[in-house]
């Protein structure tokens, strides 16, 4: 089993580089642990051509959008799912998320003839099938579709399809087009590209935000030796739970898992109070995790304490809670928080992506621990880095 130490200039998570590259771990390291340093990277970015950048979302709020969708394939979509509930909270605008497999798959039990949406896609490569066909269908069904493209690959068919007029695109930094299996820095950075365009009050108040949330990303990776302690029991079944852009968080903290495990750690997710509704019979033993996102809003996080309190009382699964500060969480349950450092914005979308990195952070180390190539942990290839063999029908 591999031993964790602190970590030096020369090290990630406590691992020598030589040893994470010889376990296939090194780009997933590198790429959790780099996060806040690209967040701020984004935010230059974003400061730079604050003009430019201004100018387009002051275009796209000005122009005839009746609703944003917010649209990407597995990890993207629950960027989009993130992004959209934030938006609708903090700027009372119309947003919903709509996957690109389910707008290929069906647009028309999501979609009207006619509409004029502004959609935006998620995008780590821009080359996957789904989304480059999303955005065809989409053009078809007669209505004025403006496209934004979140993407962090410059030489994708999204990125390369840009117009300037009706298809414009944002970059992320380099070094964001992730080159390990799971999105990680990929994901972060999309989400909150899309969160300071969208759900801030202004493009200044957006970068200040990902600034502040970048100080807590450092300050819950610093802790990464708790988190790898925690990945070193054995758990068969990982719940997590969370409600508002928290939901999304946790679908996308057990995709991570699922991914970095090859499946062999069960994971899934929940609304708290969707989790009474039947799924909670998969809860069996001290094997069983359940992690809570614990939202900064009292009322909402009521909800997600109370059956976190339920299962302390049930005793029948190890419980932890993500919170938003210390002393947030209910008594009996295992609390992990950033501290108290500020958290941006009004509702919970930009910790929602905190609590993403903690859900990484795990998914790594459980992968480590069980013997996987956490770079590459289906070699078989099975699953794909960009999902392959998909067939478009017209």
């Known amino acids: 089993m591999t031993e964790y130490r602190k970590t030096t200039d020369a090290e990630i998570f406590g691992i020598s580089q030589s040893v994470l590259s010889s376990r296939g771990a090194l780009n997933t390291a590198r790429e959790i642990a780099q996060q806040p340093q690209k967040w701020r990277a984004l935010a230059d970015q974003f400061e730079d051509n604050m003009e430019n950048i201004a100018a387009l979302t002051a275009q796209l709020d000005a122009e005839t959008f009746p609703e944003i969708l917010f649209t990407g394939a597995g990890s993207s979509a629950y960027a989009g799912e993130i992004a959209a509930t934030e938006t609708m909270f903090s700027r009372r605008r119309r947003a919903r998320m709509v996957a690109t497999t389910d707008i290929v798959s069906g647009c028309r039990n999501y979609l009207l003839d006619g509409e004029n949406p502004l959609l935006v896609s998620f995008a780590r490569s821009g080359d996957s099938p789904e989304s480059l066909a999303a955005t065809r269908i989409m053009d078809s069904l007669g209505g004025r579709t403006s496209h934004l493209y979140l993407t962090c690959n410059p030489d994708g068919a999204l990125a390369k399809s840009v117009d300037g007029n009706t298809r414009r695109s944002i970059i992320m930094p380099e070094g964001t087009?992730?080159?390990?299996?799971?999105?990680?820095?990929?994901?972060?950075?999309?989400?909150?590209?899309?969160?300071?365009?969208?759900?801030?009050?202004?493009?200044?108040?957006?970068?200040?935000?990902?600034r502040s949330l970048a100080d807590r990303a450092d300050a819950l990776l610093a802790q990464w030796a708790e988190i790898a302690e925690l990945a070193k029991q054995e758990h068969h079944r990982v719940i997590y739970l969370g409600s508002g852009p928290q939901k999304g968080a946790a679908t996308e903290a057990a995709l991570k898992l699922l991914e970095l495990t090859d499946?062999?750690?069960?994971?899934?997710?929940?609304?708290?109070?969707?989790?009474?509704?039947?799924?909670?019979?998969?809860?069996?033993?001290?094997?069983?995790?359940?992690?809570?996102?614990?939202?900064?809003?009292?009322?909402?996080?009521?909800?997600?304490?109370?059956?976190?309190?339920?299962?302390?009382?049930?005793?029948?699964?190890?419980?932890?809670?993500?919170?938003?500060?210390?002393?947030?969480?209910?008594?009996?349950?295992?609390?992990?928080?950033?501290?108290?450092?500020?958290?941006?914005?009004?509702?919970?979308?930009?910790?929602?992506?905190?609590?993403?990195?903690?859900?990484?952070?795990?998914?790594?180390?459980?992968?480590?621990?069980?013997?996987?190539?956490?770079?590459?942990?289906?070699?078989?290839?099975?699953?794909?880095?960009?999902?392959?063999?998909?067939?478009?029908?017209?």
């Open 263 to 394: 499946g062999k750690v069960m994971a899934c997710s929940y609304n708290p109070m969707e989790f009474r509704h039947g799924p909670k019979t998969v809860v069996s033993d001290k094997r069983t995790l359940v992690v809570g996102f614990l939202n900064r809003n009292e009322d909402s996080r009521r909800y997600t304490n109370d059956i976190l309190d339920e299962l302390v009382r049930d005793a029948r699964a190890e419980v932890w809670a993500v919170s938003p500060e210390p002393g947030t969480a209910t008594q009996g349950v295992t609390e992990f928080s950033a501290g108290r450092n500020a958290i941006p914005g009004p509702g919970d979308g930009w910790l929602a992506v905190e609590n993403v990195v903690f859900a990484q952070t795990f998914a790594f180390f459980k992968s480590l621990s069980l013997g996987f190539t956490v770079d590459n942990p289906v070699p078989s290839g099975e699953v794909n880095r960009v999902v392959q063999h998909v067939k478009i029908y017209a």
């Open 177 to 210: 087009n992730d080159a390990g299996f799971a999105m990680t820095s990929s994901f972060t950075c999309m989400t909150l590209a899309a969160l300071a365009l969208f759900a801030a009050p202004d493009l200044k108040s957006g970068i200040s935000a990902i």
